[in-house]
């Protein structure tokens, strides 16, 4: 379906002897903003970071936009520059520990890449990377370091910068987890915001109130396998599954 | 005891052979100058090409850290003494560099030189390397993410934050080279530890060997207090909010 | 204690361990009376020498061999001592035995006064000169034509010397062995070489590819040296150089290394 932005089909993913991914099937369509949740140990971030090749899968197809970017040309040769290039430019992606660049401000942070990688002027790129700054309530902090930053202003600064890229998916990989609770809100809000404007999004979570109210979608993934998915009311009030009932039970504290 | 304050601290000794034992260790300067700036740069290749990513580049990696490894262990001495005793008999190499008196230096000079680079750019690539593996790896993740190239990560991303925790090991590193240069008076460079065994030969007396180490710690001593300085700085330093430990 | 930890220590444990064997097993340099053949079965003399320098001493520790080591074994039976020789460097070797770290020194050592400052010397034993040596046609004449060119000698020699005062040496190299100089020759990294001129002569015959351009006769002697309060054993060392040189022992000695008579003085 022309629709769907990503989709993957039987994605496995190994390291060493321990297989992480079993079999993954799952479809993203433009727009969509996909919750995933789980225990630890299930495969979600590994799953995120197949999508953009940080952990390159051993079977599997996952087609992005159409292509597939697991055997795109010079498949099999070590690192695929056509794949990684398509791949990046259109995929971004925010840290559970932000990955700000510690030597440049917020500004310098947001414009680096769209300067370096999509050859944007300095001027163009500041001008972007201004704008997008001020849409996640930083405008003021344009100048400082992430040192000087709190954890949730590091992290909204992470979310402008992958936007710079003008990214058709972002992926958020348990963005919220290694903040302090009062810091928390800005993040999801901005977040929120980002999804009600149309963005597609995989976002990795144990924020269970985000998923219920921003969510399209909810999968459930246990020991390297999507349990189950569907509308959030449907998996959050009414687990069909065995294991997402003892998950839920557990987080929900019911 | 006075034969042995004789023997070392004659100052008489020490003042009639000043002059030319400070020439002398003036050409250990010379050689460590030239010899570190080499090796620096040697050392950061070296470092660079460790990095190379990929399965296509393993013989590249492979070959870097071989070399690293071997001149790591092999002794200075015998690396000065294989090529000065090696390389002139090397008949399809040009006279200019078998023999080589660039600049007006002595042969000597040039295959010290050489030596001390190729086992001091080994050294110096392990500095680069801690200060580069140092350097969280979430930093390249994100570079990655970004859409930037191995090299662009490296350049704009990874290598400026290694470049901070590369300062203190790379002077010591640094002292040890200006110590070594030493060794090249066994190939008969006039520097000073040759000068001053001809005066010790002369004289039947060692003080001039004293005056030349007495030069080389004014020299060190301070660059090792840096260093000390340096040491201590890093370790006050708070971990900045690049990334949070996570439990 | 972790397992890397205990690794180790072993680890280190283990080197001393081999490092202390080793040196107590044999890593002498001086031979315990094995290989020095003649000898008057006596006591033993320590002999320092900077080995090797040939034809006056080379060999390996056990079995040396040279014109100094075998003269020193002849005056040595007729004293009634057994000389144990020492490899030691030649620009501390006045300065050891006068401070008592051997009883003689043979080491192709030229008498000179500044060096009689610190030493005694026995009679003169050896009659040298310096000489000139060259590569193999490559043009290079006596001690005038070395104006401008790299030269070699040994530290601390006499033909060190010889070149600081008559040579106008472009680039004057001291190396610490007197082969390390010839072999520079050879490399072509200098020029010629100021060295003494049965050394010189050695290398022509047994190594090949050099020549000597010039002999340049200097007047000077050899002596055997000793601590200057040594008297007792320099006048026993005078009386068994006089009898080897009158006994014919001295000739037999010279011819075989030298390949050609004794000067006057020095027959019988």
Known sequence: MPDQVLQLRGVRKRFGDLEVLK?????????????????SGSGKSTMLRCVNLLEPPEEGEILLEGQDICRGPGSGTGEQSWNLDFVRQRVGMVFQQFNLFPHKTALQNVTLAPEKVLGRSAAEARER??????????????????????????????????????PHVMLFDEVTSALDPELVKEVLDTMRELAEEGMTMMVVTHEIGFAREVADRVVFMDGGVIVEQGKPADVLEHPREERTQKFLGLVLDR | MSQFFNQYFNFDVMREHFGE???????????FAVAAVLALALGLFLALLRQLPGKKLMPIRFLTIAYIDFFRAVPILIIILMISGGVPFLSFLPQEVRIPHWFGRPDPFWYGVAALVIVYGAFSAEVYRAG???????????????????????????????????????????????????????????ESVLVSREVLSERLNSSSLTLTAIFFVIIILPLARVVDKLIARQQLKVTRGSHIEVA | MSRTRLAALLAVFLVAISAVAVAGCGGSDSTTGEGTSAGGGGEPLTVGSDIPYPPFEQGKSGSYTGFDIELMEAIGEKIGRTPEFQDTSFETIFRDVAQGKFEAVISAATITEEREKEVAFSDPYYLSEQAILVKEGSGVGGIEDLEGKTVAAQQGTTGLELGKEKANAGELRPYPEGPDAINALKAGTVEAVIIDQPVAQNAVEEEGGVEISESVPTEETYGIALAKDNTELLKEINEGLSEVISDGTYKTIYEKWFHKEPPKQFLG
Do not use: W
């Not at chain 1, 309530?137 to 590091?154: C, I, N, V």
């Not at chain 2, 034992?21 to 050689?31: D, I, P, R």
């Open chain 1, 23 to 39: 079999g993954i099937d799952l479809e993203v369509a433009k727009g969509e903003v996909v919750c995933i949740l789980g225990p």
């Open chain 1, 129 to 166: 990377g201004t704008a997008l700054l001020e849409r996640v309530g930083l405008g003021d902090k344009l100048a400082q370091y992430p040192e000087r930053l709190s954890g949730g202003q590091q992290q909204r600064v992470a979310i402008a910068r992958a936007l710079a890229m003008d």
């Open chain 2, 21 to 31: 034992v400070l020439v002398g260790f003036l050409q250990n300067l010379l050689v």
């Open chain 2, 132 to 190: 580069i593996e140092a350097v969280p790896r979430g930093q390249m993740e994100a570079a990655r993410s970004l859409g930037m190239s191995h090299f662009q990560a490296m350049r704009h991303v990874v290598v400026p934050q290694g470049v901070t925790k590369i300062p203190a090991p790379m002077l010591n590193e640094l002292i040890s080279l200006l110590k070594d240069t030493t060794l090249v008076s066994v190939i008969a460079l006039s």
